[in-house]
C-alpha cells in the first residue's frame, strides 16, 4: 500500500513569490492534514480537510490556503513568500473522519521550502 | 491555548542504555497521546494511547500514559544506534481534530 507523497520534495523561492505544494494521501483515507516544521517552533498544524472541506485551521496568516479534491488529494499554497516561510511542511493521512478518530496520521517524507 | 512539553530536549546515551523520554501535555478535549520517531524524513507513527496504561511496541519500546497527571513516558531499553532519532509527542484534540507537538527530544546513541 503506497504511503502519502508529497511534491515536490524540494524547491526554492524568493521572497513575495507563492507556491503550491501537493499531497496524495493512502488510498481510501479521506482526511487530509497540513503542518509546518521549523527549528524553533517544531511542528505546528496548518489545516485539515476531511471530504473536499475544511475543517479546522491553525494560527496562520492568510497567506496560507489550501484545498482537497474529490479524490483526497490537497494543494496547500502560500503567496507573498516571506524568509520565515522557509520550513518543511509535511501532509498527514488518516482513515476517520475528522472529530471522530483518535488521531492516527500517517505523514509524508513533506515537501521542503527554501525562501530567499 | 493546547500545550506540549517534552523533556530532556537532547541526550546522548550509550548502546546498551536504557533512555526515558518524558511528554506532559495540556490538551483542550484530549483524545489520545501519540508517540512518533522522525529520523531524516517522514515522523513515523510508534504509539497511540488513549487510556491510562502501559502500551508496547518491542520488546524494546513502551510507553506508560497517566491521564491524571497529563503526561506520558516513553522508554527505550537496550538502545541501539538505530534508535538515534527526534522522539515527537502530540497530544491529539478530537474538538478541532488535529495533533499539537511538542519540540521533541533528540536521542543519539553512541557505540
Known amino acids: 500500500k503506497a504511503g502519502v507523497t508529497q511534491t515536490p520534495r524540494y524547491l526554492i523561492k524568493t521572497r513575495g513569490q507563492q507556491v503550491t505544494l501537493s499531497c496524495s494521501p493512502i488510498?481510501?483515507?479521506?482526511?487530509v492534514s497540513w503542518y509546518q516544521q521549523t527549528p524553533g517552533q517544531g511542528l505546528q498544524f496548518l489545516f485539515e480537510?476531511?471530504?473536499?472541506?475544511?475543517?479546522n485551521k491553525g494560527n496562520f496568516p492568510g497567506r496560507f490556503s489550501g484545498r482537497q479534491f474529490s479524490n483526497s488529494r490537497s494543494e496547500m499554497n502560500v503567496s507573498t513568500l516571506e524568509l520565515g516561510d522557509s520550513a518543511l511542511y509535511l501532509c498527514?493521512?488518516?482513515?476517520?473522519?475528522?472529530?471522530?478518530?483518535?488521531?492516527?496520521?500517517?505523514f509524508g517524507e513533506g515537501s521542503r521550502l527554501t525562501v530567499l | 491555548e493546547d500545550k506540549v512539553v517534552q523533556s530532556p530536549l537532547s541526550l546522548v546515551v550509550h548502546e546498551g542504555d536504557t533512555v526515558t523520554l518524558n511528554c506532559s501535555y495540556e490538551?483542550?478535549?484530549?483524545?489520545?497521546l501519540l508517540w512518533y520517531k522522525q529520523e531524516k524524513k517522514a515522523p513515523t507513527f510508534l504509539f497511540m494511547l488513549?487510556?491510562?496504561?502501559i502500551e508496547k511496541k518491542s520488546e524494546r519500546l513502551s510507553s506508560i500514559l497517566d491521564k491524571k497527571e497529563l503526561s506520558s513516558i516513553l522508554n527505550i531499553t537496550a538502545t541501539q544506534t538505530g534508535d538515534s532519532a527526534i522522539y515527537l509527542c502530540?497530544?491529539?484534540?478530537?474538538?478541532?481534530?488535529?495533533?499539537?507537538f511538542g519540540t521533541g527530544t533528540r536521542l543519539q546513541v553512541t557505540l
Open positions: 498527514a493521512s488518516s482513515f476517520k473522519q475528522a472529530g471522530v478518530g483518535t488521531g492516527e496520521l500517517f
Open positions: 488510498s481510501g483515507h479521506r482526511s
Open positions: 480537510y476531511f471530504s473536499e472541506t475544511q475543517r
Open positions: 490538551v483542550t478535549n484530549f483524545r489520545s
Open positions: 488513549t487510556s491510562s496504561g
Open positions: 502530540a497530544g491529539y484534540t478530537g474538538t478541532a481534530s488535529k495533533l499539537t
